[in-house]
């Protein structure tokens, strides 16, 4: 038997649709991901459990963990019957990258039970594909960042699918998730097929520019740099009162905010507790749009995907 965790994640973070990802964990100590028991079995059996349980399909056959497990199976080409517990944590539709907590965590049990026959890039390829089928498109800066933990910048060089980059230590991230839900194959589907050459200028300029100033320890340009003119114009209507809630967040002392992945969760980014619990405050009074919704302070989560029994 093994049970691995995968922590839930910022997509894009403001300024690298699609290339950068960072994993969180909540300050309190508390979780905040997807879990998967899996035990060697003669059948394959899966049972859902956790507080999202309630939202995933009836059908076996289109659960994400079913999913998992065959391709898993068909690239070692062998059929492993396993039963698979899932916790399921996180919400589908946040913007958190739930079905990434989920494909993660399925992958690496799968991989450890099994002794390792995948190497960990040839599981991070997995992983990206499972979420293009489930999203639309392959995307890592979900899966990238829950199985290896940090803030990860996306490469898909030839031999190295996603890197680390440093980050400020001290930066807390406060992600609000309003409680409604948004389908990433959708918030991808309103987005633009074409961008003006201005545009892309502009968005390497920011890119490139946040890169160099973690590498330079420049935290307040590296905020300033945090801003998204590829996706964030399109997503504003998917979010409640985006734009005004940025604005009265921005007035309490944060140093940047934006959408997490493809919402509707909203992220923010300061280096003060005190800050950080204000602005956590507001969010819980005025974004949540109904009690399941959540706020959570958050530090990075530097591990990853991991083993926890
Ligand atoms: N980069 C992806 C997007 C993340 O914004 O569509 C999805 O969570």
């Not at 330079?216 to 114009?233: C, G, T, V, W, Y």
Request: charged content about 20%; aromatic content about 8%; glycine content about 8%.
């Amino acid at each position: 038997m093994i049970k691995i965790y995968a922590p839930a994640s910022i997509g894009n973070v403001g300024v690298g649709f699609d290339i950068l990802g960072a994993a969180i964990k909540p300050i309190n100590g508390n979780h905040l991901g997807d879990c998967i028991t899996v035990t060697l079995s003669n059948k394959f059996t899966l049972e859902n459990k956790g507080v999202f349980s309630n939202k995933l399909p009836k059908d076996v056959k289109k659960n994400i963990v079913w999913k998992c497990w065959l391709k898993f199976c068909n690239v070692i080409n062998e059929n492993v019957p396993v039963s698979i517990v899932l916790e399921k944590n996180m919400p589908v539709g946040s913007g958190l990258g739930s079905s990434a907590c989920s494909v993660v965590s399925t992958f690496f049990a799968m991989n450890k039970i099994c002794n390792n026959p995948l190497n960990s890039q040839e599981l991070l390829s997995l992983m990206g594909e499972l979420e293009g089928e489930i999203s639309g498109s392959i995307h890592y800066d979900n899966v990238a960042p829950s199985y290896l933990g940090g803030l990860q910048l996306i490469l898909e060089d030839s031999q190295i699918i996603s890197q680390q980059l440093p980050c400020f230590k001290n930066w807390l991230w406060i992600v609000a998730w309003p409680g409604i839900n948004v389908s990433t194959a959708e918030a991808r589907g309103i987005l633009p097929k074409k961008y003006t050459k201005e545009i892309c200028i502009k968005n390497s300029r920011y890119l490139s520019g946040f890169v160099h100033s973690l590498y330079s320890k420049q935290p307040d340009l590296a905020a300033r740099l945090m801003r998204d003119f590829i996706a964030e114009p399109y997503r504003i209507k998917l979010l409640p009162n985006f734009l005004k809630t940025k604005k009265e967040i921005k007035k309490i002392g944060a140093m940047s905010c934006g959408i997490s992945g493809s919402g509707p969760t909203i992220f923010a980014v300061s280096d003060d507790i005190e800050i950080a619990q204000k602005i956590s405050l507001w969010l819980s009074k005025n974004y949540l749009q109904n009690n399941t919704g959540f706020v959570h302070i958050c530090a990075l989560d530097l591990k990853g995907a991991r083993i926890i029994g």
